[in-house]
């Protein structure tokens, strides 16, 4: 059923570009506007959100996300943060998947521009302050955390805050090491300063509700300076936001990079409002990687599907061979069963068949 329904104006767009990210040598946080949140938080006093659009891929996707955390234990409720167009809304047949917050899409930078993900910072920005004025009208309370994910990622285990380090001022997030513009230069097209702010994260964020409250505002502004800079010199941007070893890419992968555009916003309005980050590499696993040693005690709580993998000779998969994979039809099945025997996984720091670890035989 629908949370919420919300027709909202995008964010005030960045007037001109910013000189510094600091104010008369004040400290950043100061200026974030306050918290009466303090260390000690409830790790069960948390919501997870995840952005997604009206269409059949995000069907599937909310459907796994959905039972994922169902079959997690995780603590807290969950809501599909959905952008959905009026002309589209009426015969749209997926709005009872889960609980969903319904907003207008971003309407981009220009006339017929497609960047979808201009919606991840829209619509947490109206999610917050839905949810705020509803406290403040005498609905449920706020709660102390809040976990935002991709549409595109399972629950393994429940995500508890405390054991990522957040507090009111650090977010937890996923390192990604591939967000060479922190260090290259990307800021100086803007003009900004302190880089010593700047993290390499992105994928899954772990907020206390202020935190997310101050940023989403600054992450979708800084999102729409970005991605208009990449889009007027894409060259320019491309030199200061691919890694040293994709110079020379091809035209598809310069693609990729223009669409981290997002990514890079919330670096910089991560910095803008003081935010500081627990970068983790145990936080989200991409499925068909090896998980990193720190991981072989307690396994990721999220598991990303965002790229091609494959499982032995068994089973390949990549998400965007089923965009047209409708749920609304009621296949029996998404895709095939494996063959049992067939996949080899990782079972305490073992190799063994996944029949073998269900049955705790290794």
């Known amino acids: 059923s629908s949370e919420a329904t919300e027709r909202g104006s995008q964010a005030e767009p960045i007037g001109g570009t910013r000189s510094h990210l600091m104010a008369g040598g004040r400290d950043l946080k100061s200026m974030a506007g306050g918290h009466a949140l303090s260390a000690g938080l409830a790790d069960d006093s ?8 009206c ?15 169902r079959a997690s234990g995780m603590a807290g409720g969950i809501t599909r943060l959905l952008a959905c167009g009026a002309d589209t809304l009426p015969s749209y047949r997926g709005l009872d998947i889960g609980p969903t917050f319904v907003h207008a899409p971003h309407l981009g930078l220009r006339p017929g521009e497609a960047y979808p993900a201009f919606n991840k910072p829209h619509s947490a920005a109206l999610w917050v302050r839905a949810r705020q004025a509803g406290a403040q009208a005498g609905g449920p309370a706020l709660e102390a955390f809040v976990v935002f994910v991709d549409a595109d990622m399972l629950l393994t285990r429940p995500v508890r805050p405390s054991e990522f380090g957040v507090v009111p001022g650090t977010v937890a997030a996923a390192t990604y090491d591939f967000l060479a513009g922190a260090s290259q230069g990307l800021a100086d097209a803007f003009g900004l300063f302190p880089k010593a702010h700047f993290a390499r994260v992105g994928g899954v964020h772990i907020f206390t509700f202020g935190d997310l409250a101050d940023v989403a505002p600054r992450w979708l502004a800084w999102t729409e300076a970005v991605r208009g800079y990449a889009c007027d010199a894409p060259e320019a941007y491309s030199a200061l936001a691919m890694p040293d070893g994709a110079r020379g ?38 499925s068909g990687y090896e998980p990193p040693p720190q991981a072989d005690a307690l396994q990721p709580p999220l598991l990303h599907y965002g790229v091609d993998w494959q499982l032995g000779s068994a089973f390949s998969f990549n998400k965007l061979g089923h965009l047209h994979l409708r749920p609304s039809l009621c296949p029996r099945w998404f895709w095939p069963a494996l063959p049992p025997n067939s996949v080899t996984v990782r079972c305490n720091a073992m190799q063994c068949s996944a029949v073998q670890c269900n049955a705790m035989q290794c």
């Open 46 to 53: 948390v919501h997870t959100i995840f952005s997604a659009e």
């Open 249 to 286: 890419a091809t035209a598809g992968a310069k693609l990729q990079f223009m669409w981290q555009a997002e990514m890079y916003g919330y670096m910089i309005g991560a910095a803008d409002v003081g935010l500081q980050h627990a970068s983790s590499r145990v936080l989200m696993q991409y």
């Open 55 to 69: 269409n059949s891929i995000f069907d599937w996707h909310s459907i796994g996300l959905f039972e994922s955390h």
